[in-house]
């Protein structure tokens, strides 16, 4: 009997063993935004990126991820933490006109809306929170005042921002570990500081990785958008700016590989939308000013009557259709989407009808989205300006935009996962910016209720 307990005792052993190598799921989740980051330079020969690569070959990747419409900022952040589309998370463009003080609003800067304001549905540090997770972002968008961050730097470019929702107590501390923060809101977002801004968002990402280990770490890195927007896509400022990124993540990985958390972390590397080069503006209520829809003050300045108004996302635009009566306002959009359709720089116009396939709200039920959606033509981008010629060109072009639909192949972003739960090799086609968050939270074990996404059972163990 005793050599039956032995042998009872021995299987137990080894079941106790594989059950273990077997639960993977991490109990660290870090999700990595490399602002501006295409898909296209993971491989690209030109680009020098041995971190990333490193990740991708330990890991998995996609060869491209589709991210939400208008590819901006704001809007596909939201997307990536809530796995949902615009049409629910409410994030609908950087900036939009809210009709009823005929203002231009914006989302971008965390300066008018709080999360809970901005956000409508739950997002992955949100549902961790619920679940007991310690949660930390930096820099992360549309995140300002959650109250289920345990740390938080706001992505602002204002001082009393900055010192409004950066988490109490978290500046002195990062200031004693030689880590000071108070010059972030003086920096702002001018493309001068945005190294030394990536730069020490990474180290604070890392400290407190490395000091507080929280269960889901948000952050985001800023230096290709900016350099890209000067400079162009694919351009020596452009590679420069990526090879800066991936040595960022190259301390992220390290603070994972620390006894503390080594083997314990899966980390996410991402990418809200790529770029596009352009060398011409197209000033759409410049447009609508000349047909007479927009009606001008004297010094041609502001807007004194309008019909019709444009907000410009970049490669995209909203247009509003400022006219009470039903039927008038159906004549009127059927103007305005022709003359759109004449326009030099526009390749497409997007009537209400193409909103539900595009992750858009229905103008009727949310007032802030556009009654009309513009897509730009390769070479050009949308500007807001009033007065003058509707087609302008740019100084020292190329310049970058973004904003477009998602479908274009320079806008796919970049997707690597990578650690504890990962399978090792794994290549996919194809991942969506709402397949993030889901996956992220399969991986911790807890539920992402108005995700619209799936997760990504391929790149799992």
Same mark, same amino acid.
């Given at each position: 009997?005793?050599?039956?307990s032995?042998?009872?005792c021995?299987?137990?052993i080894?079941?106790?063993?594989?059950?273990?190598s077997?639960d993977? *799921?991490?109990?660290h989740v870090i999700?990595?935004?490399?602002?501006?980051?295409?898909?296209?330079?993971?491989?690209?020969?030109?680009?020098?990126?041995?971190?990333?690569?490193?990740?991708?070959?330990?890991?998995?990747?996609?060869?491209?991820?589709?991210v939400?419409?208008?590819?901006v900022?704001?809007?596909?952040?939201?997307?990536?933490v809530?796995?949902?589309?615009?049409?629910r998370?409410?994030i609908i463009?950087?900036s +939009?006109f809210d *009709?009823?003080?005929?203002?231009?609003?914006? +989302?971008i800067?965390?300066?008018?809306?709080?999360?809970a304001?901005?956000?409508?549905?739950?997002?992955l540090?949100?549902?961790?929170?619920?679940?007991?997770?310690?949660?930390?972002?930096?820099?992360?968008?549309?995140?300002?005042?959650?109250?289920?961050?345990?740390?938080?730097?706001?992505?602002?470019?204002?001082?009393?921002?900055?010192?409004?929702?950066t988490?109490?107590g978290?500046?002195?501390?990062?200031?004693?570990?030689?880590?000071?923060?108070?010059?972030?809101?003086?920096?702002?977002?001018?493309?001068?500081?945005?190294?030394? =801004?990536?730069?020490?968002?990474?180290?604070i990402a890392?400290?407190?990785?490395?000091?507080?280990?929280?269960?889901?770490?948000?952050?985001?890195?800023?230096?290709?958008?900016?350099?890209?927007?000067?400079?162009?896509?694919?351009?020596?400022?452009?590679?420069?700016s990526?090879?800066?990124?991936d040595?960022?993540?190259?301390?992220?990985?390290?603070?994972?590989?620390?006894?503390?958390?080594r083997?314990?972390?899966?980390? +996410?590397v991402?990418?809200d939308?790529?770029?596009?080069?352009?060398?011409?503006?197209? *000033?759409?209520?410049?447009? +609508?000013?000349?047909?007479?829809?927009?009606?001008l003050?004297?010094?041609k300045?502001?807007?004194? =009557?309008?019909?019709?108004?444009?907000?410009?996302?970049?490669?995209?635009?909203?247009?509003?259709?400022l006219?009470?009566?039903?039927a008038?306002r159906?004549?009127l959009?059927?103007?305005?989407?022709?003359?759109?359709?004449r326009?030099?720089?526009?390749?497409r116009?997007?009537?209400?009808?193409?909103?539900?396939?595009?992750?858009?709200?229905?103008?009727?039920?949310n007032?802030?989205?556009?009654?009309?959606m513009?897509?730009a033509?390769?070479?050009?981008?949308f500007?807001n300006?009033?007065?003058?010629?509707?087609v302008?060109?740019?100084?020292?072009?190329?310049?970058?935009?973004?904003?477009?639909?998602?479908?274009?192949?320079?806008?796919?972003?970049?997707?690597?996962?990578?650690?504890?739960?990962?399978?090792?090799?794994?290549?996919?086609?194809e991942?969506r910016a709402?397949?993030?968050?889901?996956?992220a939270?399969?991986?911790?074990?807890?539920?992402?209720?108005g995700?619209?996404?799936?997760?990504?059972?391929e790149i799992l =163990?």
């Amino acid at each position: 009997m005793k050599w039956i307990s032995g042998v009872l005792c021995v299987l137990a052993i080894i079941s106790a063993a594989g059950c273990a190598s077997h639960d993977t *799921r991490p109990s660290h989740v870090i999700i990595v935004s490399i602002d501006g980051f295409a898909a296209d330079y993971l491989w690209d020969p030109r680009a020098d990126l041995p971190e990333l690569r490193r990740l991708a070959r330990e890991g998995a990747y996609a060869r491209r991820m589709t991210v939400s419409f208008p590819s901006v900022t704001w809007t596909c952040h939201t997307t990536l933490v809530t796995g949902a589309t615009p049409a629910r998370h409410g994030i609908i463009a950087n900036s +939009f006109f809210d *009709r009823k003080s005929g203002e231009n609003v914006a +989302f971008i800067g965390d300066a008018v809306f709080e999360k809970a304001q901005a956000v409508e549905v739950p997002t992955l540090y949100d549902a961790a929170h619920n679940a007991g997770w310690t949660t930390a972002s930096v820099i992360w968008p549309a995140a300002s005042g959650a109250s289920s961050l345990d740390w938080i730097i706001p992505d602002s470019n204002q001082e009393a921002l900055h010192r409004k929702y950066t988490t109490p107590g978290l500046a002195a501390e990062l200031e004693g570990a030689n880590l000071p923060i108070g010059h972030l809101g003086r920096w702002g977002w001018s493309h001068e500081f945005s190294a030394a =801004r990536d730069d020490l968002y990474t180290r604070i990402a890392a400290y407190l990785l490395e000091e507080h280990a929280p269960g889901l770490l948000l952050l985001h890195l800023i230096t290709p958008d900016g350099v890209e927007h000067d400079r162009g896509p694919l351009t020596p400022e452009a590679y420069w700016s990526v090879r800066f990124a991936d040595e960022r993540i190259g301390r992220i990985r390290r603070a994972l590989e620390s006894p503390a958390l080594r083997g314990r972390a899966a980390l +996410f590397v991402v990418a809200d939308h790529g770029f596009l080069p352009y060398d011409s503006e197209v *000033r759409l209520n410049a447009l +609508f000013a000349k047909e007479g829809l927009i009606e001008l003050d004297e010094k041609k300045e502001k807007p004194v =009557r309008r019909k019709a108004w444009a907000v410009s996302a970049g490669g995209s635009a909203s247009v509003y259709i400022l006219e009470n009566d039903p039927a008038a306002r159906v004549a009127l959009a059927d103007r305005v989407a022709g003359l759109l359709a004449r326009t030099q720089g526009v390749e497409r116009v997007i009537r209400p009808s193409q909103y539900p396939a595009l992750g858009l709200p229905d103008p009727a039920v949310n007032p802030r989205q556009g009654d009309l959606m513009v897509n730009a033509a390769d070479g050009y981008a949308f500007a807001n300006g009033l007065d003058g010629d509707v087609v302008v060109p740019v100084k020292d072009p190329p310049r970058g935009t973004h904003g477009h639909l998602p479908e274009h192949p320079r806008l796919g972003a970049l997707f690597i996962a990578w650690g504890a739960g990962i399978a090792e090799g794994v290549t996919i086609d194809e991942a969506r910016a709402v397949d993030v968050a889901p996956t992220a939270a399969h991986l911790m074990g807890i539920g992402l209720p108005g995700a619209e996404g799936r997760v990504l059972e391929e790149i799992l =163990r």
